[in-house]
Every structure is written in C-alpha cells, then in structure tokens.
C-alpha cells in the first residue's frame, strides 16, 4: 500500500468513518482470499496495468480453465500461454468463448467490455531470424495484440541474408518498440539495434542444435550485442517480451 | 540508406543535379572515413538518436583523448566508459574541458551547444541493491543525465529488509522506466517489477563471491523473473541499461 | 561406536561376561547382515534419530515393496520417496496398509506402535512460490509430518506479488523453521529469511523453462541470498529439506 | 509490520492518542534515515534476532569504520567480514575498542552492555577438513562466538584419514549444530551427517585446484549428500553458516 | 549490392535507360517477395556461389516439400537436411524426383540442367573416428557431392587404433580438404593435421556418454588442437563442414 | 611397428627370404582389411593384451552380431556393451552361444579355446555405494570376469553409513585393485582410497538428480579426492573401469 | 613414413645400397635427436608445408631465443607468438636479426634465402570487428605475411554500424580466405559469411566483460552461424587462423 | 582398526595383558595427537604403504618446515609440493638437508635410513605433450623417485608430430605404468593407451588458452578416451598421477 493511501485511511479511522478492524483488514494486503492452490494476484492491473497471465505448462487442462474462468469474472483479459492443442482443446470444450491460438500456443479468453482506453504510443514490430522461431515470435505478437498494442509482424529475416531485414529498415525505424526473435547466434538484435532509434527486446530461442545448447548461445549474443538499446528476457520467453513491449508502448503514468 | 532517402538520390541524379560519383560515394555508406585504428560510426545519431560512446577498457589514455576530440568536433555529446583513474587523469590533463565522474568511471565531454531539444517522456529511477553495486548504478545514471535525461537515485534497498525498497513505491510507480542494479541473487528486480507499471530494465553485477559465479547467480535470477516487465542487460553493464532506458523514454519517431 | 559404548565393551571383556568373538562381532560395526542388493542401515534412527527412507526412483515396485516391509518390520516408521504412480499402485496391492500420497509421489508405511515420544520444538512452515512447485513442497510437508511434526502451508505467494507473503509474515515469525520452496529465480527465500528470526531451508525447483537450466537459477539464486539464516537442499529435494528441518525442529540429545 | 502492531497503531489513532502524520510515518517502514551511501537496516534485530554485519570486502576502511560505529551506537554488537590486514589497521587505528582477529578476517566492536539474555540451546560445534579450510571455519566461530554461542573447534580430520573424525563422534554427537567446512571434494559432511542427531550446515570452501573449479567440487559434493540433515551454504561462507547455526542453537520464539 | 553495380545502375538512371522507380527497387534488396513464412535468399547464389539449404529439422513435410519445389524452379539444386524418415517419405510422394539419403538424412532434388562449369581444385576427404559418427560423416560427403564436388571416404580409422589412419596418409596427403568426424574425446583431427598440407575441418559429434557432455569434449578437443591448420564446425554439423570445404575446393573468384 | 620388428624385417629383404611386396605390406599397417561400415582392430591384443570390445548403443542388432561373430572368429573372447534388452534378444536368438548379463547389460560370446594362461596378480573388488549404481558395477565386474580375473563385490555401502565400507576394510585391503562405483557426491573413493594400500579407479554414476546433473558432481568429487591413489573413468563407465583395473591386476610385460 | 617411400627404401636395401642399420634409422620417425627440453619437428614442412612455431607464453627469453635461433639453422622461417615485450627485448638483444611486432606480440626470423616459391592464389583479407581485437587480428596478419601470403585489413568494422563492413564487399568478395575476428557476440562472421564466396574463418576473442566470459559468447555466436561457409578456431588464436588461411590459399599438392 | 587387529587387542585385554584403558586408547583411533593447526595422519604409511605429503599451496613456510620436520622424525621420507621459490629458500635455510626440485616445485626430505625393501614391478614412463607441460611432468617423476621407483622421462612428443611419440613404442610398451601429461586437447593419452598394455594414468594441464578453460578441455578428452587403459586424475595432478602409479608399481599385499 503506497504511503498516499495509507494516510488516507488513517484519517478515516481518526474521522471514524472506517472501524479499526476494516482499516487492519485493508493494511493487511494479502488481497484475495486464497482458493484451492492458486492464490490470483487480482490487485495486479491496479499496480501494474497488467493482468496476471497463466502459465500453463505442467498444469491441468481443468485448472486451467478454472483459472480462466475466475480471472475471466473480474473483468480482465484472460491468457494461457504455452499450452499444449490437447489440453487446448479440452479447455475449449468446457469455454466456448476461449480463442485458441495455435502456433503461439495461446487460449485468450477476452473481457466482455472493452478495456478502458488504453494510451497507446505506438506499434510494436516483432522481426524473427528464421521460421522455426515462429511458435515464440507469435507468443510475444498475440499477448501484445491482446493487451490492445497493434503489432507488425517481419518473419524469416535472419542475418545469413543481411538485405532481407535491411530492406525493411524504413519501417522498423518507426516502430515504438522493436521484438527480436531469433535462435542459433542471434546476431539479428545487434544488426536492428545498431539501425533504429527505438529499444530492442531481444528473445533468445532455442532453435539450434550442438553448441547453440538449448538457447545459450543466442542468449550470450544478445546480452553482449556490441549495440546500443539492447535489453534481453529469458530463452523463447515471448510472454516476456511481450509484457516489457507494452509497457514501453504505453503513456507513462502521471 | 532508407529507401525513401535512396529514391530522392536517384531522383536528383536523373535531374542531374549530382553527379553519378557522388551519388555513388553516397550510396557508400562507409561515412566517416576511417583514421588511424578507429573508425567512427560519426552517423549514428540520425540513425539511433544516440552518439558512439568510447568503451575505454583496454585502450590507451592517448587513444580515448584522440576520439573524444574527434567525437566533440562532430557536435556530440563525447563520453568514455571504464575509465580507470590513472588514465583519466592523463586524459583530462590534455583536455581541461572533459569531467571526470570518479565512482562512475566515465569522462565526459559536453557538446559545445545544447543539443536541440529532446522530447523526454519523465524520470528514470536507478535503484541498487546494496552500496557495492554502485560504480554501476553511477555509470547507469550519469549516462542517462549526460544523454539530457532527469533521474532519481534509490541507493541500498535489497530485500533483506524489504522495507526499505516498499517504502519508495510512491515514487518509484511514478517513473518512466525503472533501473534495477543487484548482485547476489538479484531478487530486488523481481520485487520492483511486480510493484510498478513501467518497464524494468535489471542490470546484474558482479558482486558477489563463490557460487555468484562473477554475476551469473543474479544474471540467471534477473532472467527468469516470475515477474512481468523485466529485461536484462549484460553483467555490470549500467551504460547498456543507460542506452535502453533513454530510448525508452524519449518520444517515439513519427 | 562411541568411545564410551567401546570402553564398557572392553570392560565387559576383561570382566569375562562377554566372549572375545562376540565383542570382535559388536565391534564390526557392518550392522545388518546383507540381504540381496540391498544392504539395510538399521542402525541409523540410534546414530541419527531418523530412519533411512527409500529413494524410489529407478527401483522396481517388488524392491520398493520388500525394502518397505523389511523396514516396517524393524519398528520402525517405512517411507519412499519418488514413486510413480503405476509402481505406487503396485506396491499398494501388495502392502495394502501403505498409503500413497499421489502429489507428493510417496509411500508412506507408518509404524505399527507410536514412536516413543519425540520432543518437538514447535511447528515447521512450508512455503511455495507456485502452483507447480506443489509436488516438491508436499514431499516436504508429508515428509516432516510422517516423522511426526505439525506443518503449516502456504502456497503460491511468490514474489511478483509481495504482499502475499507479506501477508503470512506474524504466522511464519512463530515458526520453528520456515521451509520455502521456489523454482524460476528463487527470490521468496531472500525476503522470506529478512523477515523471521528462524532458520530458512531454501529448496530450489526445476520449475521454469530456458535459462532456468532444470533449477540452477534458483539454486544460485538462493545460495547468494543477500538475507541471513539461509541453507540450501539439492534441487527438488523437498526430502531433504524435511530431514533437516525435523533435525532442527527436535530438542538437542543431552 | 506485523498485523498486531498494526492494529494497536490503529487504535491509537482512533483515541487520538498519535496523530495521523506520525502514525503515517510509522507505516512508512523505510526506518532509519538514509545516510550517505548506506541505508542501515537497524530494525533487523527485532525481527531477525541478528544484527546488521557488514560485507567489508570492496568497502573502503573509512566507510567500514563509519558504519561500525553507528552499529555500534544503536547497542548492537558490531562486525565487519572479509577485511584485509590493511584496511583492519586503518579502523582499529580510528575505533581502538574494535578487535581484529586476523584469521577470520573480522573485526568485531562489542557492544557496551551485555545482550539481553539470548536463551541458547547448546553448544556449535566446526568441524575443518584441512588446515587450508581454516579462515573459513573461523569465520563461522568468531561470527557464532560474537552472538553469544559457545562454540567447539575439530581442525584438520578430512578423510583421507577416516579414523580422525571418528574419533570425535563421541563429542560431535551432542552438539546442538554442527558446521563441517571442506574444500576439494567435501566428503566429510556426508560423513559427519551419516553419524550424529543434529543438522549438518555444510560449507564448501574454494580450496584445492583445476577441476575444483574454485569450490564448485566441493559445493556440488554437499548438495548431493546421500546423508540426510544436510543444507549448504555459498562457497567460502563460514558467515552464513553462522547466523544459520545461531538460528538453530536459539529457542524458538514463541 | 556492391559499388561496381551500383555505379552501373546509376549511370542507367542518369542516361534515362532505366526509371527512377526501377532503379529504386533494384537498390531495393529484400530480393524474392515473401512468401509466407518463408523469405527464400534466391540471391544467395549470386553472392556466395552456393544454394540456401533447407534445414528440414522441425519443419513439417509439406513445407519442406513446397521450398524444395520452389527452390527447384529457380535453376537451383534443392536440398533438404536433417529429414526424418517419414518425413522424408511423405516429400517423396509428393515429389518423385526427390532423392532419399537415409543415413545422411538427406533429400536432394537435383537442378533440371547441370550447372554451370564449378571449377573444382582437387578431392574433398572425409575421414570418420568410428560407425557411430556416420550419419554426421555422410551428411557432410552428401552434401558435397550434391555441390558437385568429388568425395573419397575413409571409416572408423580413431586413433585407438592409430595405425588405421597412418595407413591412409598418403592418399590424405593429396586431397584439397580433409573433413574429419569424430565423437568422444576428438583426437582423431589433430593427428591427421600433423601429417597432411591440406585444410582439416573437424566435426565434432554427441557420439558418446557421460562427460562427453553431448559433443561438448570433442568440440574443445577439437578447438584446442596443438596441430596446425585445424578449424571447427558446430556439434554434428556434417552440413557446415561441407559448405566450407567446398568453398575451399572452388577456384577462388577473380 | 616396432623397432625391433623394423630391423628384423628388413634383414629379411636383405636376405632375400621376403620380397620387397611383402615386406612393404607389413610395414603398411592398416591390418584387417576393411569390411562394410567397421575396421575391426584385431592387432589390439598382440599390442595391449586386450580384445577390441563393441559399444553396443547406437548399434543394430544385425551390426553387434556380425561383429561378435568377426571377432569370435578370431579367436577373441568378444563382448559387446551397453546393449538394450530388445536388441540383446535378437542377437542371442541368431548366436545360442552367446550370453545374456541383463543387470550389466553386456552380451558375451566366449572364445572356443582358453585364452593362454595369462598371468593374474590377485583378485579386484568392486564396490558400489548405492543400490542404484549396481548396471554399472556390474558392467565392470561382469567385463572383469570375461577377461579372466577373479572379482569380490561389495554392494551398497555408501558413506551415509560409514561402518558398512569400514566393516569390508580387511578384505578389500588385500586386493590388488579396487573399483568405487559411486554416484551422487561420490565420497565412497576417497574413504576408500585412505584405508587401502592397492590402487583405487573411481567410477562416477549419473545416479542422482537435480544438481548431481547427470554425474558430474560425482565426477568432480573423484577428480577432487583428497585422498592418494584415485584414479577417475567417465561417468557410468563401468568398462573403462574394467579395463584399467585388468592392465593392472596382469604381471607386468617384461 | 609413406608408403612408396617405404617401397623405395626397401629396395634399396634389398639392392644393397644400403645397410640395414641406415634403414631401420630412417624407418624409425623420431627425426631430429632431442635436445634439451625441446623435441624440434623439423620433418613438419615436408609433411605440411608449414613451419613450426614457437608458443612463447610461459617459456623463458633464453629458450626462446634459443629455439629460434635452431629453427632458424635449419632454413626455415622461424616465429615466436605470444610474447611479452620484456622477453622480446631480451630475445633481440640476443638475436640482432629478429624483428619483433609489438602489437601481434610476434619475434620473427626470417630465413636467409627466400623460400622456394609457394604456389599462392590470392589474398587473405583479416576482417575486425573493434579496436580491441586488434592484438588477435595482427597475430593473423603478421603470421600470414610471414608465411608469403599478401594480406588485406579491415579494421573496426563491427556491426553496430552495419554500413561500415557493407562498404567494403566489393573487396571482401575478392578475397581468398576471410579471416573475421570479433569478441561480444561476434555477429560479423555471420553478416559476413552472407555475402561472399571465399571460406571465413572465425576467430573469437576475450574482448567483452560480464557474460562474454572471456570469449565463449563470441566463440558459441560464431559455431552457431546461420550463415554456411564458417569455420571457427580456439579464442584469441590468431595464429591458428593464419595457418588455416594459409593453408587454404595455397595451391593444391598434387 | 582391522577386524583381526581389533581381535588381538581383545584377546589381550581377556588375558589381562593390557588395561582397558589402554586398549580403548588404541581403538580410539584419532592416532598423533593434534599439535597446532596440522593433525598428522602419521598412521597413513601402516593403511596405504604410502606417507603423508604437504601440500605446500597456501601454507607459511615456517608451517611447512615444521611439518616437513614433524614427519622426518617420525622416519618416513617428507615432501612438500607446490611451493613457490621464495617460501622454498626459506624453508632450506632453516632444514639444509631438505632439498628443492625447482621445476617440480618440491621440498624432499629424505628419511635418515632407506626404507624397508619395497617390492618394485618396474619402471615408470612419463610421458610429456609439450615442454609447457614439465612441471606437472616433473612433480610426477619426481614425487616416483622419491617413493623409490625407477622413471624414464619421455618430453615433448605431442600428437602433431605423431611419429615422435611412436618412435618411442618400443621402450613404453614395456614400462610398468605410463603417466602421460598433456595439454590443450589432451589427445596424447588415447594415442599411448591403444599401443602398450599398462595402465595409462593420464594427467590434463591448464597448458592452453581461450576454449581450453583451463584444463578442462584435456580433463575431458582425457575422461573420454577412446581407447581402454585409461585412468584420469585432477588438471595438473602431477602428484595424484605419482602416488597412482607407485601403487600400481608395487607389489599387491598379501
């Protein structure tokens, strides 16, 4: 609780408007009261304009629904990530209105009202080296388009053929924000962010084999890229892009 | 060269107001001639709105001196990073207009006239985890203040005692993006990000002994954040969060 | 042997009460005599006040079930840990007093007679910064509560989300000593151990994906924790977590 | 804040007997004001039971004997780890109360009066591998000793030569907490661990070469432990074995 | 597009021979419309003498069928690597002319007409340590005689038994490239090194077990060579060494 | 070829009583022509007084058994390791001679006639820790036994209950060498190595988990022993061990 | 020893033109006697073409000087790499003849009489990325220049600022061999790679800080390429690309 | 204790030949009693034929002297390794028999009378890659001699000029043991171990730059040698690679 509302509420229980159990209860900030084994973090968009997003990796298509379901209720955009099609599939049937996304792996189940208007800045480019890094290309493009971000998509731009992605320079430098994607040596990063004058998010992926091991090898490129505005998550972490994007492509809070 | 920039040469050459040799020259695009060992990247702000920064670990004071001169005739804002005080004293004796910031280890050399006005976006906050981490929280924070950026330093609030950190929230949620420096495990990102709606850029350092690996203990920590809005720059890297955070919070090109 | 238990030895051999072959016998301290492949510490609840507990992994249920029952017979309470469910259900028919704890992946036999009363200090917490860290802080919990100690839960409340745990901290400052279990990068035992006067187990899970490289983030993570009163169990290992936690959790021998 | 003292604060901003401001103020937990570089965490020991020790490594003897001397004047005893001889002459130069113990690497400023009765449970006992693993192991004595605990030493009984800790057992089997702190492969905690009643903190050390890999060996050795009642610290930290073995050795608060 | 070609294009536009329009496009490099997820680099002939390849892995069969085709109707020879085997049958059903490599895992589609005279210097070699290494040894050979290039082949000749490859030296001593494939420890490329004039291109393959690490010890093996005239490809990478040796036998470019 | 053999043979030329055809083919020493995919090394044993021995994974079926077969013609016992149950089947069914150890996952086709007397110093105990590390002692002990030595087992006798290996000591004391097979921290060799007189070759496991990572703390436990006499093989290398201790346990070649 | 020189030996001593004895020394491949602690391999150019060169790191100034001045004796060109000015001032107050290249940190002596033509088929252009990987970049040249082969450089090209590689490929194209030698993430042998004919050679270097770990992003970036026609040497080992460029640029032994 | 020692000393105690607390004196088998910071395993040479050796790294010289000292008086040869220059002179000037192997980095103290006839097989050949390699070389030569065994030197005959080890063949095939230490990538031991029939103990060096990470490259070669024989101690081991080899050299205890 930020200090502005704690005085707020001292006043109020000074003013005897609030008792002194409803004040402890509201200092007391465990927030929604925790139901079976998740605990939703529904304060979330509050404090961070941001909805709590599911990770649905290792966990049961019928909690994930369930989860869905219950974040669906209090008004917010409801997403899934890294969802396998057969627990996809199983969600589906018990929500109709879940929209299944299925090269990004995603189940996006959209708020019944429009979000209040976001302050969008700009558009977002999301660049991928090769085809086989689509799957997490697309993760980072849907969760930006479904925090309400246009996205422009540029795929299979990798720097084997350095005029693929230079011929594209005219509108990357206009984009707000600018995801790379890429595997192997992931030198695509370097190459944009030498070029443009947005931040790049760079997603090592772990498209490869031998020494690319798993994803390391494009993920120590892109934190050593010898260019400027380079910021790095974790190996095929679309999600995160994504999250990082939309904050940078939304108006600061005043 | 932008295709729009590219159609306007050739149209000039068909109007045969240049000559087919300059035109060419200009389609070159190797730009500054190269002098010597260095070859100056002087197009870089048109291209990323941000001037070259000299990486001065490993060169030799004479060298840094000879490009931060260079760098000043262009115009530009003129810095040197990891500068080590020996060297940095034989700098700033050839060049008595050059500041030297001890604990952030850069030379700085102001452009001779204010640069044309930057449309800043609000604050950049750099946080750091303990007292150790600072000479990268400075280097961090005295790029972005060179590059015309306003920023608040939030010094020794790791999450040992987490309210230290909890009690800068207010302000903290106001900034335009967030600069989280820690070594050790580098839990405080995760904190902050899961607090404030602006995006976190974490910067790892090396403090640190045993299995902290030189920084690879917080490098890993920071890259798997389980919360939203982190991206990670390289180990001790405070100029690269620098370059990031400036991006981020200028006005995006139209 | 002790040197006290070697000396009454040798005393009972010069008084004759006890032939030279059965002292050199007691004396040979290779206990149980070895009975197929394996090679029973029955011995060890006398040395280290808790009996050796099946590692179930790679082991055929027939094995399981046998080690089980040989252990059982001893008196004394029989446990094994990382039991899929097919051998689980195996065994089960087999031995149909065991019980099979289907989350925590454990067999558990209890003793036929209560165990001579043990001294408790007080009660062990059990913390988890995720849904699917579940299965490693049930082995704990289930673990501590077999060899007869109180456990609290508290799940899901990792960090993205401080005020969560925040939330627990006037419960988890009476603990006796808090087990916090945490995969991605592990920064709940940091803040947990800056809170509460006890002693923090810190578990590191392989709960993550890409530069969480199966728990190493989280493992460094914890072992640099910049908090005091942190130790640190193999990956996974919510066994061993219990194992120590009950150590602590009992009186000390006189 | 705990919820109790919350609500007693609450209370008396409804009699009016604390004004808004200050009980605001109280709500603010940022606690002592923030003081050049240092943001001291005073209210550590009320909730930790441990005081503030200050990381001397990479601070300079002014600094150190700055921060001692405000420890110092809360009424907490003092300490500073990991100082070299220089930097020790320099404070003991400033603060003649402080003692040096060379060893150890720590300096120690007593408080004036004796603690409060700390209630301890019994004795800590440390247990060397090698002559080379002792500045480590009088790390985690001198630290333990510092915070009211007795503390037995065994120096030097790795084994190569089983028979050296065997011998010990007797002893080591009613401590109440025993530390073991090795280098090289770090056997002897599994030793020790298979043998006694209490826990085990295990300490690997940085000592050997090559394929130790500076206490990688010895750190991978003790997580690994067959035996139960094993948790480890960060290589070299005979600190955190301290306050870990202190935590144990205390009553639990109640 | 070099500066040769440029001033030609330049010129045109200046003498009116060719519009400002075209001229822009030509300059213009993105090269082949996007088609889908894939962006071919048809230009990469030009540029390289060599075809792109399709990296088969984790593309679904009607892809690779349709990039081969694609491919194929640009004059090119068409080549797919790392196709399993139903894979490999589904692409043969749809294109009969495709030829199956089964232990190269390879699929080549051959160019209607032979290509231009390649001016071909000598014999490549590819030499493999043992018959696990084939599959990697084949792709390499395949893939340079698909390139035109004549291949002599030499098996399981490791340096357990070193008087296999001794043997073999004089007709290595007289081929333009040695390609050597081998798992385990590597030995095999710095001994052939030492005794032949020739470029030796090691391969490192995941042949082994343990502390192999998944061709990890072949590849420092391999990059520590204390033999002159040894360069490495990735783990496994038959593909890679045969692009290079084959670049190596071209004539060079005047 | 040797020296002595060199001079003999080209006496022989100068005899005339060889041609200098022949005397060429002999020095060429490529021995055993090459057959199909495999260049069997049947000069092995007349070098170092061992069979060549198949690795059996990655193999088919149809290879081991016509290798067995090609060697077992030679006169050699002939093993094949690491062979899987499905493939062990389909050998025997086309060799009845050959044998099945299922445990060490070895097939074993002995030679027709006793190999010449070879002389054995005495007998070579192998010792496991845990019941899980038994395929791998037993692949060693099983190879062992088909090279002629006599071999003790000593099973599951880790150091978690050090009186277990203790109560072995006088036997294994009187063995000409010793084989630890340990998996997890690996502490059993170095316990042994420090009671012993014989030399120890120590076998890591990849028996564990989560930071055991597949056998690498066991094998840098070994490497780090600090005991004398250990000599370390790769992970799981329960051949390599059998090798070594059999050169070993042979008279010396005079 | 190859086979028809063996042939030939044969017959001449079965044609008496030679004694046995002779022969058995010549069959006998142990070349120049050893001397002191120094095993020459003075036989290398004929099997190789190439000279052995002296690793300077960690020997002494005298045995530097004293190997070279044996290599030289021998006619051949003889260089020393890696080492200090100290040690080179010694060697060239020794040997007045040696000329030492500070910045390749290489003593060369060149033979007395020119070598007797080498067959060359182009020029080795040396391609780097930063000022600082010039040391590795000079080890290159001076060894390729040494060795008769015409060198073009390329300095401080990286790509941060891709114009400034792209400027040069009309040349670059040209080329032989390219030797790329680049730390960070060592993009530009990929960009590179892209867009010529010729081999490349990759070498990375220790520049970078944080998670370059001393070359290993660069080194993992540059056997990740995306780009065919890559091969790579150990880190900073620009001697090793010199001797493979030179190898490649050599006329073919027929 | 072993059972049959620990029979006899029963028995004396039943016959009245011994009192009971000298007898448990003598079965407490902590042996020399702890003086200062050592605990001398004086028993070492009664266990395992072999004495205790110092390990010089990180000890004063005067704890060296005296230790060295406290083990001459107990009759048995003292060595000290890895002692620096200084802390040897040092150490000579207080003990003039003592004498100092420069290269090796060893102190040797002889024993005042020969040791009793220790049984010798035969000799031990060391084997050396490079001349970089001699100290470790020479630890291990000359740790043998001192241990009373026989050792050829073979120096600098390194796989890139094969024929230099091969030429020696003869002699190391009838060696007793050979110890072969190498570098870079370590090849040397698998070369040496599929030519003679003695066990091989390989010894890596941190001989090496870049991707050799310090010796890891050659340990793992070395641990992944193709060819049997081979057994493998700690990088730069010279020392484990000795007391392995004695053992082996020595007659088995009867």
Request: one cysteine or more; charged letters at 20%.
């Amino acid at each position: 609780m930020h200090t502005t509302e704690a005085r707020a509420l001292l006043q109020a229980v000074q003013d005897g408007t609030i008792s002194v159990e409803e004040a402890a209860a509201r200092l007391s900030t465990t927030g929604h009261p925790q139901d079976g084994i998740a605990h939703l973090d529904t304060d979330r968009p509050r404090r961070t304009g941001q909805p709590e997003v599911i990770f649905g990796q290792g966990k049961r298509a019928e909690d994930i629904a369930q989860i869905l379901q219950a974040l669906h209720e209090t008004g917010q955009t409801a997403l899934a990530t890294r969802v396998d099609p057969d627990k996809a599939a199983e969600v589906c049937a018990k929500l109709p209105d879940v929209v299944w996304h299925e090269q990004a792996r995603i189940l996006a189940y959209a708020a019944d009202e429009p979000s209040p208007d976001v302050a969008i800045r700009g558009t977002i480019a999301v660049v991928s080296a090769g085809t086989s890094d689509l799957p997490v290309a697309e993760e980072a493009a849907i969760v930006a388009e479904a925090f309400g971000h246009p996205v422009d998509r540029y795929w299979d731009v990798g720097v084997a053929g350095i005029h693929r992605v230079l011929g594209h320079m005219d509108k990357l430098s206009k984009a707000s924000v600018v995801i790379v994607v890429a595997g192997m040596e992931g030198a695509l990063a370097s190459v944009v962010a030498g070029m443009v004058p947005c931040p790049v998010i760079a997603v090592p992926t772990s498209v490869g084999y031998g020494a690319s091991f798993g994803g390391i090898a494009a993920l120590l490129g892109m934190l050593n890229s010898c260019a400027a505005g380079v910021s790095v998550v974790n190996i095929d972490n679309g999600f995160g892009a994504a999250t990082q994007a939309t904050r940078i492509n939304r108006k600061r809070v005043e």
